[in-house]
């Protein structure tokens, strides 16, 4: 069975950092794409930053430069290090895979349950 589960979420101030981290299990990812989204009261789940296989990356223009997502294959993981963080990074993020990198939701077959992120001004 394919379970994702997101941690790493929290309370912070703007300005600060975190890093979540995405557990990926029932299966090797490795030849599969990565993506965190995030998704605000009211607001449609929104793309943040995906990783291909080949480590190929796509970043939302609104994080670019503040986070980054790394892999680590041989424990089937994913990250994101979120640096500079303003309350419009406040969110639920969610992890998911496909097998090719994606910028849109609807098109992720596996999702984890969401770790929320919370940003204080």
């Known amino acids: 069975q394919v379970q994702l589960t997101e941690s790493g979420g929290g309370l912070v101030q703007a300005g600060d950092s975190l890093r979540l981290s995405c557990a990926a299990s029932?299966?090797?990812?490795?030849?599969?794409?990565m993506g965190w989204f995030r998704q605000a009261p009211g607001k449609e789940r929104d793309f943040v930053a995906a990783?291909?296989?080949?480590?190929?990356?796509s970043y939302a223009d609104s994080v670019k430069g503040r986070f980054t997502i790394s892999r680590d294959m041989a424990k089937n993981m994913m990250y994101l290090q979120m640096n500079s963080l303003k309350p419009e990074d406040t969110a639920v993020y969610y992890c998911?895979?496909?097998?090719?990198?994606?910028?849109?939701?609807?098109?992720?077959?596996?999702w984890g349950q969401g770790t929320q992120v919370t940003v204080s001004s």
């Open positions: 998911a895979v496909r097998r090719v990198l994606s910028t849109r939701s609807n098109e992720y077959g596996y």
């Open positions: 029932g299966r090797s990812f490795n030849n599969y794409a």
């Open positions: 990783m291909g296989s080949d480590g190929t990356t």
